[in-house]
């Protein structure tokens, strides 16, 4: 691969860097402690970001195929350090339409969804009208195994009915959200992998009801959150089915491979800004006689962090460039590894700069780090546990004599 953005790349990058630090950057404190103040509330500000976004052509740019007015048809390469400018700011990607998860909602809609599905649930989506939410993992069961998955999605003449219970539910919170994606079995006597399907369930259903929100090291991530949903003889037409019965581990394999490049790279984001902060803090504070950036752990722990950054990055490029080229299948070894490596770089990185930040950096007042810092360490679980990826890698890995 090239390691030189091509110039639509460079293009957008200054593009959008400067649009963060017009409009997103200097009201990043304010939003924080706005959306904690006002729990399940969308900030006044972002419909208003929103249209601006959009007017300047930063609207969809995770999307990886032409759909329409919508999406300029970035690859995942291309979009990949658009991601990581967005992770630098944990709120700032759904300004540009680009938050999970929508994004693997939308790509799943696009790839998988019928005409009608597509009409009246992605195009929606798309123009940032609604929101949406995904709803596979269930607190009864081990899900790092989805074939685990309980909740029974079973077939009633025109219709479908649905019972289960679903929890981290990301999006549900949000007041917007206007439809779930729910992952269940429709046949638990199929092949193992032959038994899950996926189907959509608009939000105001009968019969589903959010038992709660969930939050991640006492933080909320309102507006969108994470909900705990009960789900009791939902009933759905069978057109809602998606792609088929027995073709939901196929779509969740299309859905997580480019979700996971988009996770990598915005906490590489989170990683970088938190690198700066430290470097900022070093260079301006002083301790025992001595400024903080003359001592020699000091200078260690900050050229660790930019070499680790820098592995992370180049690695998360590099699985981005092998699912342009080859598809997801010939990338997942590559996938798996960045969602081995980046996660646990992130954290790593960001509790350096905590450190270095004393006091102040384990607040979320006046600094993001603590905020990255539960974001790096929720990823290690979201999409897949890192044990899960490292059984999986090392299986794949000695299956090839040690080949990637």
């Known amino acids: 691969m090239h390691f030189e953005y091509n110039d639509k790349t460079k293009d957008l990058i200054g593009r ?8 997103i950057a200097p009201l990043d404190a304010a939003y924080h ?3 904690k103040a006002n729990l399940w509330q969308v900030h006044p500000a972002m419909e208003g970001l929103k249209e601006k976004a959009r007017a300047a052509g ?19 390469l291309e979009y990949a350090p658009l991601a990581e400018r967005m992770g630098r700011h944990l709120w700032a990607s759904e300004v540009f339409n680009c938050s999970a998860p929508d994004t693997g909602n939308m790509e799943v809609l696009a790839k998988y969804g019928s005409p009608a599905q597509r009409a009246k649930w992605l195009l929606p989506l798309l123009a940032g009208e609604i929101r949406s939410a995904f709803l596979m993992t269930e607190p009864e069961v081990a899900s790092s195994d989805a074939t685990n998955i309980a909740t029974r999605i079973e077939r009633s003449g025109e219709d479908y009915i649905i ?18 994606i729910v992952m269940g079995k429709t046949n638990p006597d199929a092949e193992r992998h032959q038994q899950q399907s996926m189907i959509i369930v608009p939000a105001g259903t009968a019969g589903v009801e959010i038992v709660r929100p969930l939050d991640a090291f006492h933080t909320y991530d309102s507006p969108f959150g ?13 057109a809602n089915i998606i792609l088929g019965e027995g073709r939901g581990f196929e779509i969740a394999q299309g859905r997580l491979g480019p979700g996971r490049i988009h996770h990598c790279m915005r906490l590489i984001g989170a990683a970088q800004r938190s690198l700066e902060l430290m470097c900022q803090r070093v260079d301006s504070r002083t301790a025992f006689g001595r400024n903080l950036s003359k001592f020699s752990s000091i200078r260690q722990e900050i050229a660790k962090s930019a070499c680790e950054i820098e592995q992370a990055r180049l690695l998360t490029l590099s699985a981005a460039d092998r699912i342009d080229r080859h598809g997801i299948k010939a990338a997942k070894e590559l ?22 930040h004393g006091g102040m950096g384990v607040s979320s007042v006046d600094l993001p780090l603590a905020n990255f810092w539960a974001y790096a360490r929720s990823i290690r679980l979201a999409d897949g546990p890192d044990e899960v990826h ?15």
């Open 16 to 23: 959008l860097d400067a649009f963060i630090e017009e409009h």
């Open 33 to 35: 402690a706005w959306t």
């Open 58 to 76: 930063l609207w969809n740019l995770f999307l990886p195929e032409e759909y329409g007015d919508y999406s300029p048809g970035l690859t995942n």
């Open 163 to 180: 019972n289960g219970r679903k929890w981290w539910s990301t999006g549900a919170m949000h007041p917007d959200c206007a439809f779930f």
């Open 226 to 238: 994470h909900a705990e949903i009960s789900l009791t003889n939902v009933r759905v037409p069978a």
């Open 335 to 356: 996938v798996a590894m960045i969602k081995i490596v980046a996660p646990t770089m992130a954290q790593t990185v960001i509790d350096r700069a905590i450190q270095v």
């Open 390 to 404: 490292m059984f999986q890698l090392g299986r794949n890995v000695v299956a090839k004599g040690g080949v990637v």
